[in-house]
């Protein structure tokens, strides 16, 4: 940080209660060792906080605690509080630098990384935001050591993505790993997180404001959407929905003809040996009433991000509702063995 930061920056430490206890006093004996000041604060925990009431209650904080236009702000968390950190550093004072330490899965490999900062609306996820790069982001793979398994599985899923998107060797890799062992082995954690975090970059530095390419980045994430809205955010964590996602659009590329069967099945049972997964109980019905209103819909066009083979994907507009009805009951009859 000093590298990137200089001496003297005064240092606010966005984070969370299970975050502070088990990792805050490491960081803050870090920080004062490289002779930064810094000052903790906290947010109440979990997604349902992830709103600009939560965002304007620490700005006050912040200000209270004399932030101004050269402190530096660092999310110390979860992709939650890198959301509404970055979003408050976009708007603090029209904007102060930003450091992220991401310390889930899911927040190293994706959310640190591109820039894409907000908070929910009551009609939607992520519908207020701001585009705001970190100076640096910070990744540690031994904090994951205190994740429940379930959080660190549905971390994993969205480095598979990147693998499937296009990193044939991270594919590999995890497939062969099992998540228990991943959690445990922090030198194929960092090649992991590496692999995932420099394709999420390339992606992002080709098309930072999801023009085209970027959109990449959402396979698996269509009816992974729709599957989280369709069971009011409570039955999936996020990966978990866009686990389903992928084999959703694997069994999609596969009956349109834009994927060999083979290639197909070995994806699904990637995406299945990093289980168990909270099964599947939606009406295919009901799913695709939620593609036609979802935002990624552009003129009414339901857009889906198609493996073509591992590693290679294709963004496809004109996926006919049979095939898309066709995978939520393939995904209904997979659930009840693998659950
Ligand atoms: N900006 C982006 O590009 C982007 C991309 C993907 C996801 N996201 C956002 O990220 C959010 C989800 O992030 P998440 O999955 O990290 O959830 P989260 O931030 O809610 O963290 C999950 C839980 O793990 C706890 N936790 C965090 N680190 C821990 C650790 N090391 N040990 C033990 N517990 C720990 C947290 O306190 C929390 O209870 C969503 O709001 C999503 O919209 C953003
Ligand atoms: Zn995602």
């Known amino acids: 940080l000093k590298e990137f930061l200089g001496n003297g920056s005064h240092l606010f430490v966005i984070t969370t209660l299970p975050v502070r206890k088990r990792w805050g006093k490491k960081l803050l004996t870090a920080l004062s060792g490289s002779g930064f000041q810094a000052t903790v604060l906290e947010i109440p925990d979990g997604e349902r906080y992830k709103k600009l ?4 209650a620490l700005a006050e904080k912040l200000v209270r605690a004399g932030a101004d236009r050269q402190s530096v702000l660092i999310a110390f968390g979860g992709g939650v509080v890198g959301d509404m950190t970055g979003l408050l550093a976009s708007l603090y004072m029209r904007g102060v630098s ?3 330490v991401p310390t889930t899965v899911l927040a190293q490999v994706d959310a640190s990384v591109g820039g894409k900062t907000g908070v929910n609306l009551k009609e939607g996820k992520n519908l207020l935001g701001a585009f705001h790069h970190p100076r640096v982001v910070v ?6 050591s205190t994740l429940s398994p379930r959080e660190f599985r549905a971390g994993v899923y969205e480095a598979l993505k990147c693998g499937i998107i296009g990193n044939t060797r991270l594919f590999e890799q ?3 790993i099992s998540p228990k062992n991943l959690q445990k082995d922090t030198n194929s954690l960092e090649w992991v997180i590496t692999q995932a975090v420099k394709l999420k970059a390339e992606i992002v530095s080709a098309d930072e404001r999801e023009h085209g390419l970027r959109r990449v980045l959402n396979l698996g994430h269509t009816i992974g959407h729709a599957l989280e809205a369709e069971t009011q955010y409570r039955r999936f ?4 929905a866009v686990a389903w996602g992928m084999i959703a659009v694997a069994h999609i590329a596969k009956v349109t003809g834009r994927i060999n069967p083979n290639s197909a099945k070995r994806l699904t049972d990637a995406v299945l040996a990093l289980g168990p997964l909270p099964k599947v109980q939606v009406k295919g019905r009901n799913i695709l009433k939620r593609l036609q209103a979802d935002k990624k819909t552009k003129n009414s066009v339901v857009h889906f991000v198609l493996p073509v083979e591992i590693g290679k994907v294709e963004i496809v507009d004109d996926v006919p509702e049979a ?3 066709e995978a939520v009951d393939v995904l209904r009859d997979m659930a ?4």
């Open 53 to 56: 009431a939560t965002v304007e």
């Open 98 to 100: 930003l450091v992220q």
């Open 139 to 144: 990744i540690d793979p031994a904090v994951l």
């Open 174 to 176: 995890l497939e062969r």
């Open 237 to 240: 964590l996020h990966g978990e």
């Open 323 to 325: 095939a898309i009805l």
């Open 336 to 339: 009840p063995r693998n659950s």
